[in-house]
Nanobody, 121 residues
Framework: QVQLVESGGGLVQAGGSLRLSCAASIRSFSTYAMGWFGQAPGLEREFVSAISESGEPTYYADAVKGRVTISRDNAKNTVYLQMNNLKPEDTAVYYC??????????????WGQGTQVTVSS
């Protein structure tokens, strides 16, 4: 059974940074692509970033390009999302997911419980 646990969210001022982590309890973590999705209040879950099984290629939503970096450590079964120059519109619950590499949520079969990111202006 796949279990994903996010951490690293919190309250930060605009312009600040956060590093989200997602620890995976998966026997063969390196065979899964990983994704991050964000869901703001009242809105649908949206793609933020994804990374292939090996670490390349990576994909980013236009809204976060240049401010966000996704990475993974297959030895630690962990994927990271470094978020810099945060904006109030980045406020959302961020979920990590494991599955097939894409920007579409339905291709990911396992999801974490989410971590809240709140950016104040």
């Amino acid at each position: 059974q796949v279990q994903l646990v996010e951490s690293g969210g919190g309250l930060v001022q605009a312009g600040g940074s956060l590093r989200l982590s997602c620890a995976a309890s998966i026997r063969s973590f390196s065979t899964y692509a990983m994704g991050w999705f964000g869901q703001a209040p009242g809105l649908e879950r949206e793609f933020v970033s994804a990374i292939s099984e090996s670490g390349e290629p990576t994909y980013y939503a236009d809204a976060v390009k240049g401010r966000v970096t996704i990475s993974r450590d297959n030895a630690k079964n962990t994927v990271y999302l470094q978020m810099n120059n945060l904006k109030p519109e980045d406020t959302a619950v961020y979920y990590c997911a494991a599955g097939a590499l894409s920007k579409i949520s339905s291709t990911y079969g396992a999801w974490g419980q989410g971590t809240q990111v709140t950016v104040s202006s």
